[in-house]
């Protein structure tokens, strides 16, 4: 939202995992198209990012901490309701206790769930993008990114473009986790 020039004003996160992030101000047609599918693009990357940097023992304690220090950190500057401040410390708190605490192979393991996880986000959230409307906090708030991004796209929200949308971000995800795989893979095969 801030790189779009919409601003970001803060981030809500609730008990049944669903979250709204809330721009400043108003976006283009361009800029809702990139704040649609950034979490949907950009948590794979993440997850090939964590994984890239957990290739050691040392590599993952260090990933795992950032990680938690990110969460951490992210809470205190965007996140404005309690339940949500919670989970996101507890997380990062779970993430540094994780680098702190774990042996040897076991972290560099922990780093490549977190990483797979964060690969398969589309995939976890399949059912949110094929939804006629985006459910938050359990109530039906508003159309869902795959909408908006075919709205600012095509726009329409014909179902076509809906899926569209949705199939190519679920392919996204797959392809960054078989990529993720491989490079495990290969890692076992050489390593």
Known sequence: MALTGAGFDRMEIFRDGSGLAHASGGAGQVARALIAAAGYMGTPVWGVT?????????????????LGLLL???????????????????????????????????????????AAQACINAVVD???????TLVVNGQAVRDSDAHAMAKATFGT????????????????????????????RQRAVTG
């Open 157 to 184: 929200t014909d179902d076509w473009a809906v899926w569209l949308w949705a199939a190519l971000w679920l392919a996204w995800s797959l392809a960054l986790l078989y990529a993720v795989f491989r490079i495990v």
């Open 50 to 66: 964590i994984l890239a940097a957990s290739r050691t023992q040392r590599g993952a304690r260090m990933a795992l901490a950032a």
């Open 126 to 132: 399949i059912r949110v993008l094929f939804r006629p």
């Open 72 to 114: 951490a950190l992210s809470t205190v500057a965007v996140v404005s309701n309690r339940f949500g401040q919670i989970a996101i410390v507890s997380t990062g708190a779970a993430a540094l206790l994780v680098a702190a605490a774990l042996p040897g192979r076991a972290v560099v393991i922990a780093a490549h769930v977190v």
